[in-house]
């Protein structure tokens, strides 16, 4: 009597790009002399497949998934229990007629060092801001007047595709946004100020064709805003054109009590006024150099000008003194992006960077009362500009992150102050003139172990600073202490310093489960 014993054929199912495990995916055993079906089976949640009752003999091996290019392997010679390792399978363009897919994605997303947060899968955002997207959002706070905290604090810094912006959350439309990605803990690949990192992907128009969106806000303090944006391609040459109007007005309510040597003073503001003009826009093209290059250009100026006015008591003790107080604030800037971008394959790129700015702004107040008024005058500029060169490449499971930043920033300070109250003191005049020049690089891993996403980086900087602080009438006291004083004579001080740092990412990740 003879036996036929069973042979098994395993293996696993990745995606070529991603790398992650492929569920249910289609596995075929098929005769490699006509290709003709013998045996299948799926795959399991981790892409694995075990093929069973196979018997000895030559064979080929088919994966297949719906939106992927089927992957033959063999043919395979199985003896004995057999596994044939991993099949990556390459994603693929479906051609249909006219089939529509309705499906709502999760509005919020983890990922290893960030949370992805979908507009369009809330229809309320989808009206609003890019601001708006964001309520609701774990660890983010979005107020009635759109400014946004992240983890308590509103230090933040703006990107949008992943470069630099002048534009602000609350004048982005979450129409024209497909995902938001929100960085609380930055990685070496950015900058090492501990600043929370917002990243906003805007939608793309891939078919020849125009687009256009205009939006509107109003307030009940007679406040609005008002976005129009413009968008055209061809194929290759992709203008686009934004423009915004803002003004909001708000009513603040101001109280606070203070006790200064037992004695309780109590601060009332009525009629307070906040009002904020802002006038901007960008005007920019992308143009496709071929299918793995190309090149961006942006231009862009913006002009706000926010006022606080209120009328002020002051009350010791019984007694109160009324102060009106105004605050202006008027701060035109201009910006420049030209970007390259160059894909060698999936998972494998090069892009280049060059941003500059140039923000002035002209601070005026006058806090006048019965005895006397307090006027204050500030005037500053700041020049600002960087390169960059990013490169990336997908190794199988692990993704690889290196580059370097240069940037210089250029920063002069005038203040003037001008007393009539008795009893305040005169403060001189000042100026104040600074250099920063930065130097960085860095370099990230990331992977995943099981349904573990793990990633490891190192960010290595040297920044040379110089400034000088000058008085009219009067020495200045500077203390600093990253950096030496080099030269202090009379009315001017003059300071230097150098500063190196590194910031090291052992390792940090993320476990889920999916219900």
Known sequence: MIYLIGLTVSGKVIDSESGRPMAYAVVILHNPKDSSKLTGTYTDEKGTFVLKNVKAGRYLISADFIGYRKTFIGPVEVKRDTNIGTIPLSPQAIRTEEVVVEATPPKVRYEVDRKVITPSADIVSRGGSA??????????KVDPQGNVEIRGSDRYILFVDGRPTNMSLKEIPASQVERIEVITNPSAEYDAEGNAIINIVMKRRKVAGYGFSLQGVANSYLGGMLNGTFGLSTGRFQPYIRLRLMRWINRPLVYGEYILGGDTVAMIAEDAVSEDRTAGGEAGFRYLLSEKDRVSFEVGSMYKEPTV???YEYVLNGDTNANFSILTLTSPRHHLLLGYDHDFSKGHTLSLTLYGSHYSSHRFSNDSAADGYVQYEGRSVVRYGFGEIRYGRRMGNFKLNAGYKGEVELYSRYDSLRVTTPNFPDLPDYSFNGRDETHAVYATLSSNLGKLSYKVGLRLEYMDRKF??????????????????????????????????????VAEGRKEKYL
């Open 468 to 505: 000088n602080v000058t008085t009219e009438d009067a020495p200045i006291r500077v203390k600093y202490s990253s950096f030496a004083l080099r030269q202090r004579k009379g009315d001017c001080v003059e300071a230097e310093g150098r500063l190196y740092r590194a910031i090291v990412i």
């Open 309 to 311: 006015s209120a009328l």
């Open 131 to 140: 601001a708006d997207a964001l309520r609701g959002v774990p660890g983010v």
